[in-house]
Each structure stands twice: as C-alpha cells, then as structure tokens.
C-alpha cells in the first residue's frame, strides 16, 4: 500500500472512532468553537472534539509538530480534508489565531513567542483578536495613531482601535502600533498582549444584523513586557500586510458559505420554497441561478486550493490576494441575495411569529455579508491595489 493510502485509511479509522455524531451535522451559530479561557461550551461534544483533533495537532495540520501542530505533509492535509467531508464532520476550532496571527507568528516570532503563543492556539486555549483599524485609520491604515512608548523595561500604550471582533471575548490581542511618529509606515510595531491588563477596555457595538461583534478597544497607559514586541522595532508593517493576506484569504473563503449558507444547500433550499418537479427545482429561472452560483463557487474553490498549493511551493500570492477578497466578498454577497430571493416574503422576518429561526438567521446574515465589503480593506481598496500591483494601472 502507498503511503498516502496508509494515511487515508489510518485517518479514516480515527476520525470514524473519534468525531462525535453531533460533531457531523452543520454547526449552529451559538456552537462556533472559539475556544479561549472562557469559552462556554452549549455542547459538551464540541469541546471533547476540539480536544481530540488538538492532541493530534490536526486544528493546525501542517504546521510544525514542535509547536503542537499536526506536521503534515500538503498530501495528508488534502487527505484529511477530504476524509472530514466525507463524513461531514465540522472544523474543530474557529480562530483567529490559526487564521491570521498563527501563521504570521511562524514566520516572523522568534524562538521564545512561537513556544509561548503558538501551542496554545492549536490548542484553542487562548482567544485572540485583531487591534488594526482605528477612527481615524481604516482604509489608510498606516495612518494609526495608537501611541507606544518605550519605558525602559516596558511598553507604554495609549490610544483606541475600531471594529476589534470579539474583543470582548478575548484574551490576547495582536495589535498594529506608532512607535515613530516621525515615519508614517516605518513608524510602525506590531506586539501581543493580554486583554485583561489594567488600562484595556472593549465596547461592544450593536450592528444592524442585531449582533455585536466588533467592539471600540481603548488602551489607556497599558504596560506591554518588551517581550512582546515581534519582529523589529518599527517594521511592524511587513508584518501587517503579510497578516492582512492571511485575513483576506479567510474572507475569500466565506464565498464558499458553510451550513445553511453554503451554495450546496441552496438546491434544497429551493425545493423547500418552490416544490420540485422531477427532482429538481420547480422553477426553471431560480434552477438556473442556484446553478450560476454552484459552479462560480467551484471555480473560485478550485482556484483558491491551486493558489494554496502554489504557495506552499513557494510561490506568493502578493497582489492577487486583493483578487480573491472582492471575489469572495461579492460571491458571499450574492449568495445570500439568492436565499432572500427563494425565502419570498419569510425573508424579511426579524424577530416574533411567522418566521422560523432559520429564516431569520439568514435574514440576519444576508446584512451581515455586506460587512464582508469593508473588512480586511474595503471593495475599494482592493480594487485599487489590483489596478495598481496586478494591471499595471497608472495613478
């Protein structure tokens, strides 16, 4: 037998053995597995799940085994995603720690951080969120302005960020600072700490969806160890953008929806609100559309998964990242406008009788997909960078 064979079927009869039956349906929104030293678990299976995937190192499959990931080759880790979708089972954490900080941290951390930090992200024991964007830096984003002194043994920090999701669940932040104010983007650091440090406070604030995930962050005279400063002293911007890819990849993939928003229940969908005729939808116009948005979402699927094979050959994807997070967010989009448009009128539940929770949880999510258009940097701004690093475009 191959080795890649061997593998299959020893990762077949694990994740058969281990993955719970409930951890195989389609994950409602109050069991998202973010982990944290807080998190509250509705679902005992959730975290048995999350513990077993992480004693592998399979929330984080190829990342290096002595920083508690999964060592895997980019062969195993395709087998181990396609053998989790054989048997539906759910991803065992979300966080931003594997989706952003995690790989930023292999690359730039030194020694110490990566065996301070790294480990328990894989373990989804700590919580961390993004301190980027401020009031008056959002789509310039070198223009922060959060202060951060040096204090002979310390850092000093003072200063506000915007639109920090989850903040308020948090336990550490990766965070964009000024530590030069004479230099606008070499004037930049980017260092960790704990959300509960004295001078830290979140401010959930209330969207339109009904939720609030993003928060006000304001740190007032917050003592930061020197530590945690990664990478140099003001070229936190490398840093920066090399992480803005990594958010804009995950962006990218909210295109290829999941549970009830994913493009593979929309035929369902359908034929839940417009009957069926022969098998398949009863209205030929609505067929056609469901169809559109299938085979755009497979395209986009295959053209991600070949630009993360080339990267992992060594090839970057730079600029083209910005092609991916329009895409994305403008296949998001649409895909939910093609759920209101079979709900009809059940669409346009908010809360109280005459609508099940599921309509009105894509009512929710249909206005919360347009936030997808600001962030990780707006339509606009990609589509600037696109003009200007892909096409050549002059000012």
């Known amino acids: 037998m191959e080795p890649i064979e061997k593998f299959r079927q020893e990762t077949r009869e694990w994740l058969e053995a281990n993955c719970p039956a409930s951890m195989r349906t389609p994950m409602p929104e109050e069991e998202s597995p ?49 053998e989790m979708r054989r048997i539906k089972a759910r991803a065992p954490l979300a966080s931003f720690g594997l989706w952003m900080l995690g790989p930023a941290l292999l690359e730039f951390a030194n020694e110490e951080q990566k065996r301070e930090h790294i480990p328990p992200i894989v373990r989804g024991e700590i919580r961390w969120c993004q301190g980027y964007s401020e009031p008056g830096a959002g789509s310039d984003l070198a223009g922060l302005q959060t202060k951060c002194e040096d204090k002979g043994d310390h850092y000093l920090v003072n200063g506000q960020k915007i639109w920090t999701s989850y903040a308020d669940k948090a336990d550490w932040i990766f965070c964009l600072v000024r530590t030069d104010p004479a230099k606008k983007h070499d004037g930049i650091s980017f260092i960790l700490f704990d959300m509960a440090t004295p001078g830290v406070e979140a401010r959930p604030i209330t969207m339109i969806s009904g939720a609030s995930p993003f928060c006000e962050t304001f740190f007032t005279d917050v003592k930061v160890p020197k530590k945690n400063l990664v990478g140099e002293l003001n070229k936190g911007w490398t840093i920066a953008k090399r992480l803005l890819q990594h958010e804009r990849d995950m962006i990218s993939g909210m295109g290829l929806g999941s549970g009830v928003g994913s493009s593979a229940s929309l035929e369902s969908l359908a034929k839940d609100y417009f009957g069926e005729a022969n098998g398949r939808i009863a209205s030929s116009a609505l067929r056609e559309h469901v169809a559109q948005q299938k085979m755009d979402g497979k395209a986009f699927a295959l053209t991600l998964q070949r630009t993360a094979e080339e990267a992992k050959a060594g090839v970057g994807t730079g600029a083209a990242s910005s092609i991916f997070k329009y895409y994305g967010t403008e296949l998001n989009k649409r895909r939910y406008e093609l759920m209101l448009e079979i709900l009809g009128t059940q669409g346009l539940g908010w809360e109280g009788e005459g609508f099940t929770p599921e309509e009105i949880g894509v009512t929710r999510s249909w206005l919360r997909s347009k936030g997808n258009s600001i962030e990780g940097g707006t339509s606009e701004v990609q589509l600037n960078v696109v003009a200007k690093r892909v096409l050549g475009l002059p000012d």
């Open 34 to 82: 973010w982990g944290g030293r807080n998190a509250k678990w509705t679902n005992p299976d959730s975290k048995l799940w999350l513990d077993r995937m992480a004693s592998r190192g399979w929330t984080a499959p190829t990342w290096p085994k002595e920083y508690g990931g999964g060592g895997l080759t980019k062969e195993e880790n395709l087998v181990l995603g396609q």
